[in-house]
């Protein structure tokens, strides 16, 4: 048995390799779609995407723009000439022969991907390089046959491969959460994760603590979610080490993720460059950049993930409020502007408006947006937001009541004045002194206070909370609870 104390002996060292689909209207080298879902299987493809005799490929210049954002992204140089390559194997899903790739002059060269961590601290992992190249297409296997379909044959990549420079689990998932993150945010990709937009190939290896090199890797392909890049390290983790205490040899393969058992199984042994018979692609010119062009390109991208971080830490934000923020953004792109309605508030000078409208978002208005059963009207919500905050400043709505007000209003079609509203529905609070003494007075001569008014001129305060709920009792929610703690004491 593999026990903590063994696994503890062993370092883990970590590489992603990440393929992404470009958000382009058509493939790679054909004028056919690029967007295969709830498509009839093999009716998006173009004789080109199989090299049929005499198709010759044209490259998408959308592609090449996409790449050279992603560069940005990724904080690496992009290359001033990059070269296509072809793959040769044989898949049956990939019914030309070779994949047309970029092997030895890639377009994103290297660069650094800072990534934030769970306890405030981050880690940088160095990106080796990423290329563009063409997608294969899908094999379905069913028992004793295999159906394949071409649709996503030709899609456009981006593979961007990492430096080995993870070494847990958490890490490996958040770098490849951050990963989506950037590449969402510049526009690169859609980011539809359960369409295989992007996908994790994760390279472990295992050796003992010191060593000076690196044991035999495994790679675990085409994983789809973050859990899965975290579970998939684990267990490759576990089981690496248990052969090694065995003295047994890793074998350098590929290896699939089984979601249902949570393990991963043996496909086939790992090939080597050489193995591929790589060589230049004759009937595709190079890609010729000027650093100007690179520049116009990268200058028309919107704000990235950290540069969002950076704006919202004057909001002393906890760490996971600021990325379910970031998650927000993306998730609701097109219906919700999130970051830029608390950078508007920020840039008025105003930091606890903008602290109170993040939360207010993060706790209220995010939730609600997933609750399928929920039915938004047409109104502002932030125009919404900003009033209720006023009236939680002002100590005239409580917290609960403040909630409500917001579900009352955020269905309807308009805004009517919210204020008048809110105290036609009886949320205003009580604030007025003389109006809350009367209230106490009452309460304080009540025969069920005796024993609490008591208890506390004896020392125990803990009985204030009783008293003010007798009090909020008595006057049907509305009373200032804080203002109504404070005037008790002052009246016992």
């Known amino acids: 048995m593999i026990t903590d104390e063994i696994l503890a002996k062993y370092e883990m060292t970590i590489g992603v390799e990440c393929h992404v689909q470009?958000?382009?209207?058509?493939?790679?080298?054909?004028?056919?779609?690029?967007?295969a879902r709830d498509k009839e299987p093999n009716s998006v493809v173009s004789p080109i995407d199989y090299a049929l005799p005499g198709m010759l490929p044209v490259l998408n210049r959308r592609a090449v723009d996409l790449a050279i954002k992603a560069g940005k992204a990724l904080g690496s140089k992009v290359?001033?000439?990059?070269?296509?390559?072809?793959?040769?194997?044989?898949?049956?899903?990939l019914p030309k022969g070779y994949q047309t790739t970029q092997m030895y002059q890639p377009i994103i060269l290297s660069g650094t991907v800072e990534v934030p961590l769970e306890d405030g601290s981050t880690t940088n992992v160095r990106i080796h390089h990423a290329h563009l190249e063409e997608d294969a297409g899908k094999l379905s296997h069913h028992g004793d046959y295999s159906l394949v379909d071409l649709n996503r044959a030709g899609t456009p990549l981006i593979e961007i491969v990492s430096e080995p420079d993870m070494h847990s689990a958490t890490e490996a998932k958040a770098y490849a959460a951050e990963l989506y993150r950037l590449m969402t945010?510049?526009?690169v990709t859609y980011g539809d994760l359960y369409h295989g937009n992007m996908r994790f190939d994760v390279n472990v290896s295992v050796a003992l603590k010191g060593a000076d090199k690196l044991g035999i890797r495994t790679e675990t392909k085409n994983l789809n979610s973050f859990r899965s890049v975290e579970r998939a390290v684990e267990y490759e983790f576990r089981r690496q080490v248990e052969l090694v205490e065995k003295g047994e040899r890793i074998i350098q393969e590929t290896r699939g993720w089984d979601e249902a058992k949570q393990k991963t199984t043996s496909q086939r042994s790992k090939e080597n460059a050489q193995d591929y018979r790589y060589m230049p692609d004759a009937d595709i010119p190079p890609i010729i950049l000027s650093d100007q062009e690179i520049?116009?390109?990268?200058?028309d991208m919107p704000k990235l993930p950290g540069e969002w971080r950076n704006i919202l830490s004057s909001l002393d934000l906890s760490y996971q409020a600021v990325e379910t923020l970031l998650d927000a953004e993306n998730e609701f792109r097109g219906k919700i502007e999130f970051l830029n309605t608390i950078k508007s508030i920020i840039d008025d000078g105003d930091y606890e408006k903008a602290k109170f409208i993040a939360n207010w978002q993060i706790n209220i208005l995010i939730p609600m947006l997933r609750d399928e059963a929920f039915v938004f009207g047409k109104v502002n919500h932030l125009e919404l937001e900003a009033t209720i905050y006023e009236l939680v400043k002002s100590e005239k709505l409580s917290s609960t009541n403040a909630k409500q007000l917001f579900k009352d209003l955020i269905s309807a079609d308009s805004l009517p004045n919210i204020e008048k509203f809110a105290e036609d529905k009886g949320y205003i609070q009580v604030s007025d002194?003389?109006?809350m003494v009367a209230i106490i007075d009452e309460v304080l001569n009540d025969p069920i206070s005796v024993k609490a008014v008591a208890d506390f001129k004896s020392g125990n305060e803990k009985v204030i909370g009783f008293l003010v709920g007798q009090v909020m009792k008595k006057s049907g929610g509305k009373a200032n609870p804080g203002l109504a703690q404070k005037l008790l004491k002052e009246r016992m």
């Open 22 to 35: 470009l958000a382009t209207k058509t493939k790679l080298f054909s004028g056919v779609d690029n967007d």
């Open 79 to 93: 290359a001033n000439i990059s070269r296509f390559d072809r793959k040769h194997y044989f898949y049956p899903d």
């Open 185 to 187: 945010f510049a526009g």
């Open 295 to 299: 520049a116009e390109i990268q200058a």
């Open 433 to 435: 002194e003389g109006a």
